[in-house]
């Protein structure tokens, strides 16, 4: 089922040239509304698995392949909270380097972007600070062996701009998808959703319809 196949529609007074009266409405979806995955689902880790978005695959290829139904790529994005398609899905390789290139100078691809930590850990193996946090380039830490003696290290990296976009390219790769099973009742749940009650504007269930106020017509 298409994503926008589920939307309401409205109707709205019309300015076109071409209406025949002030009484003229244009029939439009109504893109106001915006489905979820219901909180009992979403909340549930065991409807969900992990998925590593391979490159080049698009949410359509995904549905396609975990549901054998492309048009179910709403799915995808809802059970991820994804809108924004392009900065929020991973790059494929040529978009990747187009967007690079357009980015960045062959010299600043190699230019610190940022510092982060090393991974430390004391003589018996326990945690003391984790890897990845960002620091500034002259950070230190200072902790207490079980001996008593005390250290203080400078364990940083440095982080390119070309390690950097690579870094978070990457980390949109892993993503939620919704277990096959529970995706008749995202689809009952999202009928339901995309339909109207009863109000003042309210024709049908899939239809409402704007009121004609009085404005001045667009020039």
């Given amino acids: 089922m298409n994503y926008f196949d589920l939307f309401p529609d409205v109707e709205l007074p019309s300015f076109s040239d071409k209406r025949t009266s002030s009484l003229d409405f244009i ?3 109504n893109l106001f509304k915006r489905g ?3 909180d009992d689902i979403y909340g549930n880790v065991t409807a969900f698995a992990k998925y590593l978005v391979l490159d080049g695959e698009r949410p359509d290829t995904v549905a396609r392949k975990l ?3 492309e048009n ?3 799915v995808i994005l809802l059970s991820n909270n994804i809108i924004n398609v392009q900065d929020e899905w991973p790059m494929g390789q040529y978009d990747f380097q187009r967007y690079l290139d357009n980015k960045y100078s062959r010299d600043q691809l190699g230019e610190i972007h940022h510092y982060e930590t090393n991974e430390i850990r004391n003589l018996n193996g326990i945690l003391l600070l984790q890897e990845g946090l960002v620091v500034d380039a002259d950070y230190t830490f200072k902790y207490s ?3 008593g003696t005390i250290k203080t290290v400078n364990s940083v990296k440095s982080i390119s701009n070309i390690q950097y976009e690579i870094d978070k390219n990457d980390a949109k790769r892993s993503i939620n998808t919704l277990r096959k099973k529970y995706i008749g009742i995202i689809i009952d749940d999202m009928k339901e959703i995309m339909t109207y009650t009863d109000s003042s504007q ?3 269930r899939k239809l409402k319809k704007g009121d ?5 017509e667009p020039r």
């Fill in 27 to 29: 029939r439009l979806k």
């Fill in 67 to 69: 549901y054998d139904d």
């Fill in 36 to 38: 979820k995955v219901r």
């Fill in 212 to 216: 004609n106020i009085r404005i001045a």
């Fill in 202 to 204: 309210f024709v049908n």
């Fill in 72 to 74: 179910l790529d709403w």
């Fill in 145 to 147: 062996e079980n001996d």
